[in-house]
């Protein structure tokens, strides 16, 4: 295909009827048979013709060919997968399949040879066969904003096979059947492509079209050309900058060509054409005057040309900036943008004071006042560290007396005093002051100027009518200790500041912790009043202080130290601490001795031990070595024996003072000599005045509980006896919750039983034995406790009384130890024989029994001795003895 010169209007519109024709025809038998007249011989990759496969199926998503030589395209394109030749005819099927709604369509395909009808050309010339070359884009371009006249003519495309067929073109893409619509067309019979309309580059800057070329059937007589147009850009876009308005700010004082900021702008044409090249520029800085800033005409960066930028004198600048296309050419494009700079401030002005020279006056003996305000000047922006000052004193303020702060308020220098001045001794101070800022000073600023700024303050001190003044606050004396009672050195001096002596002054002592000093009121000398011993110092020290209070003739005073140092002398000797030692023998060999002196290292040690005028028996025996210069070792012979030793030991000090003290030394035979000690202790046991105290007490509460005693006998002596026809007839003891063993006895039989501390007890019976006017009497113990040698060696007779309240009564015995004991010896040795018979050594009725104590204070009494039964009668006094022996009576009387 190739371009050419127009074809005639009428020829072109007659083709383009013939062609539409055509295709109606073709789309009405789509679904029928398809006939394509092609040549007898095909190469691979040839179009054949085109399908209208919507009409058919549109629906399909599978396309398949009966004919392995021909394939199908999406769009109904039918092309050749090989070279293909044939004679006449030759035909295939195209099938059509809806997967998913299970249809399927079939297309019969014939194709038959081509019948063509060249022009002028005689019925029997033969066919002009295409060379082998595929027709080629053409470049084509348009004019941006052209103005016409519309349809403009672009170009023609021309395909080789026209030569010999008749070829309709047609275009499709972007400006044809896709966005912008119908920009472009091409006349189908002469290849002639039209623009209708203007086309704005910056919206499309290139056409990618695609030309076909076909026969009336249908048939591809080339392959689809690409066909890009590119449309030709045109200076109609003025450059914009990215900011309406910029801000900047600059440092004042700024070294020439420091970065200000940059502008920017964009040109919507054509990159890398003059259309875009932009070009910066400043029109106008206000204000005007001195030109400060400059533009980089092709980066638009902003820089200072002068380095006269000053806060102080104009602090803000506004620049228009413009922008031009074609590099800046008259005929360019442009734009304008307003740029604001701000001078920021920088420390380049130094404070400075108001006056070279100030005076001030302040009282003597004042602190915490203030006494001065400097103000200063300072042209940098207000509130800020390169505005507030910083003041100091440079000179004159050595001793501390003054400070100086700054007013946050008002920027002024305060000057106060903060120790007391003392006119007597400074009546005026001259400081030197200086002045910075809290931000450093610039560069610059600080090559061509000093950065501080100096004053002199000329300080008057006003005298003031003072009290004494006790300076030094502590003053030393030196006293040799042990100094006799009486003595005189010099003591406390103050002094009266006016007149710088010690005259009309008067001296108290306010504390002296031992009372070992007297002060001289009106000299201020001190007397001994005591032996002062420096060892009695607690805590121990060589100085001893005392204070002192001076006081002038109109009552104001001060107070001082007076520091006494006391001079050691050799007065104590050393000392052992040990008293007793408790020596292991034979696992100890020795033990070592150790001593002690309260006087100063130049009066104590080293200290010398010896056996001071010991026996020769203790020489044998121990021995003493030196171990240190505060120690010894004590040692003894193998041949000592285990017992104390009373050792005396001398120590001396290297002055010669000494002493001697004996020890008590255990030799012992242990293992640790802690246990010596424990039976040492337990020995040696010596009662305190505590101790003897309360043994005076308990022996005085014994006397009282005798004393009671005695009185509860002689009451009992005055109580009514029961009549002695009732003696033989005694109450047994029952206070044991036993069965059957708190019956009364039958006959004269009696069941006793005692306790010793060295048997478990004897069975017997204990029988009257005596008579008396017909009546046995039995003489009972309380309780069981006494045994009969001990009753009848006492000479005591217990009655009923005597056991119910729990007093024995003292009577003389009606019947002598030695009748009682015979009568009863042979019954209870009866008693033992047949209790020490008994197999199961179970006691027997009469067997002695043990009864409890049951205290004093029942009713009723208590039932605390047992007489045998001899009669039936005789029991009616049980019926007065209360409800608690109800029981036991009932069982008398059944007995």
């Not at 884009?137 to 021309?158: A, H, K, R, T, Y």
């Not at 050595?398 to 009546?427: A, Q």
């Not at 005085?700 to 009732?726: I, M, Y």
Request: a negative charge; proline letters at 5%; one cysteine or more.
């Amino acid at each position: 295909m190739a371009a050419s010169g127009p074809r005639s209007s009428v020829r072109g519109a007659l083709c383009r009827l013939l062609l539409t024709l055509a295709v109606f025809s073709f789309a009405c038998e789509a679904c029928k048979m398809v006939t394509f007249n092609i040549p007898s011989k095909l190469e691979a990759d040839k179009m054949v013709g085109r399908v209208n496969l919507k009409e058919c199926l549109g629906s399909a998503d599978l396309i398949q060919s009966s004919d392995p030589d021909f394939q199908v395209l999406d769009d109904g394109s039918v092309y050749t997968a090989s070279a293909v030749e044939f004679d006449e005819k030759r035909s295939f099927t195209i099938s059509l399949s809806d997967t998913k709604k299970q249809t399927q369509k079939e297309i019969p395909v014939l194709l038959e040879h081509q019948k063509k009808v060249l022009r002028k050309r005689h019925p029997k010339e033969t066919v002009l066969r295409r060379s082998k070359r595929r027709w080629a884009p053409i470049p084509c371009s348009m004019q941006e904003n052209s103005l016409g006249p519309f349809p403009l003519l672009l170009q023609q495309v021309q395909s080789d096979a026209a030569q010999n067929y008749t070829i309709f073109y047609s275009i499709s893409g972007r400006g044809v059947d896709q966005e912008p619509l119908n920009l472009f067309f091409i006349e189908k019979d002469t290849g002639n492509l039209y623009c209708t309309r203007p086309v704005d580059r910056e919206e499309y800057d290139v056409f990618d079209l695609i030309a076909y070329a076909s026969t009336a059937d249908g048939y591809s007589a080339d392959l689809p050309l690409p066909l890009p147009i590119r449309v030709e850009d045109e200076n109609d876009n003025h450059p914009i900058f990215t900011e309406a308005v910029y801000n900047f700010e600059v440092p004042e004082s700024s070294r020439i060509g420091t970065t200000v900021g940059v502008v920017c702008a964009t040109d919507r044409d054509e990159p890398d054409t003059m259309h875009t090249r932009l070009k910066y520029s400043i029109l106008e800085q206000t204000p005007r005057s001195p030109g400060l800033f400059s533009v980089h005409p092709s980066t638009g960066v902003i820089t200072t040309v002068s380095p006269y930028l000053n806060r102080e004198v104009v602090d803000k600048y506004s620049l228009i900036m413009k922008v031009q296309d074609m590099d800046g050419q008259f005929f360019g494009l442009m734009s304008t943008a307003t740029c604001i700079i701000t001078v920021k401030d920088s420390n380049d002005h130094i404070p400075t004071f108001i006056q070279n020279a100030y005076e001030a006056s302040v009282e003597e003996n004042t602190v915490n006042v203030e006494i001065l305000r400097t103000p200063i000047e300072d042209k940098d922006l207000i509130n800020t560290a390169n505005w507030r000052a910083n003041f100091t004193i440079l000179k004159g303020n050595e001793n501390g007396y003054f400070k100086i702060s700054t007013d946050k308020e008002t920027n002024e220098g305060v000057l106060c005093v903060v120790k007391p001045l003392n006119y007597e001794e400074n009546r005026q101070v001259i400081l030197e002051i200086g002045v910075s800022n809290e931000a450093p000073f610039t560069r610059d600023v600080a090559l061509r100027m000093t950065t501080m700024s100096r004053a002199l303050v000329t300080v008057h001190v006003r005298d003031q009518n003072e009290g004494p003044e006790c300076t030094p606050a502590a003053q030393y004396v030196r006293i040799k200790e042990n100094s006799a009672v009486g003595t005189k050195i010099n003591g406390y001096k103050a002094y009266d500041p006016e007149t710088r002596s010690s005259k009309g002054l008067r001296y108290k002592k306010l504390r002296d912790p031992k009372e070992w000093i007297i002060i001289e009121e009106f000299s201020g000398s001190i007397t001994t009043s005591k032996i002062l011993d420096r060892e009695a110092m607690t805590p121990r020290n060589d100085l001893y202080n005392i204070t002192v209070l001076a006081i002038d003739q109109d009552g104001r005073s001060c107070t001082g130290t007076l520091v006494v140092n006391l001079e050691d002398v050799n007065d104590n000797p050393p000392e052992i601490p040990q008293n007793d030692l408790v020596i292991c023998k034979p696992k100890m060999g020795y033990t070592d001795i150790s001593a002690v002196d309260h006087d100063e290292p130049i009066h104590g040690a080293p200290f010398y031990f010896s056996l001071a005028n010991t026996s020769p028996e203790i020489n044998k025996i121990w021995t003493l070595t030196k171990l240190n210069d505060t120690a010894a070792r004590l040692s003894y012979r193998k041949n000592a024996a285990f017992q104390e030793y009373n050792v005396p030991i001398t120590v001396k000090d290297r002055a010669g003072q000494s002493t001697t003290k004996t020890l008590r030394v255990n030799l012992c035979d242990c293992v640790y000599p802690s246990q010596c000690r424990a039976t040492s202790r337990s020995a040696d046991v010596i009662l305190g005045k505590w101790a003897i105290l309360a043994i005076l007490l308990g022996v005085a509460l014994l006397s009282c509980v005798l004393l009671t005693l005695v009185c509860g006998v002689v009451g009992v002596r005055n109580k009514k006896h029961f009549p002695e026809d009732l003696a033989q007839q005694n109450l047994i003891i029952s206070n044991t919750e036993a069965p059957g063993n708190d019956k009364v006895c039958s006959g004269n039989e009696f069941m006793i039983q005692t306790v010793n501390n060295s048997s478990q007890g004897f069975c017997g019976i204990v029988g009257s034995g005596v008579k008396n006017g017909g009546q046995e009497t039995i003489e009972m113990t309380k309780g069981g406790h006494q045994t009969l040698e001990s009753s009848c060696g006492a000479g005591h007779h217990h009655t009923l009384d005597s056991c119910r309240g729990g007093h024995v009564e003292t009577d003389n015995c009606r019947y002598t130890c030695s009748e009682w004991y015979n009568y009863t010896q042979s019954r209870l040795g009866e008693k033992l024989h047949l209790c020490n018979q008994s197999e199961n050594h179970m006691p027997s009725q009469d067997y002695v029994l043990s009864y409890n104590y049951e205290g004093r204070g029942s009713p009723a009494g208590s039932v605390g001795c047992c007489s045998e039964k001899q009669e039936e009668d005789g029991l009616d006094f049980l019926n007065n003895l209360e409800a608690k022996f109800t029981a036991l009576a009932e069982t008398c009387t059944k007995r």
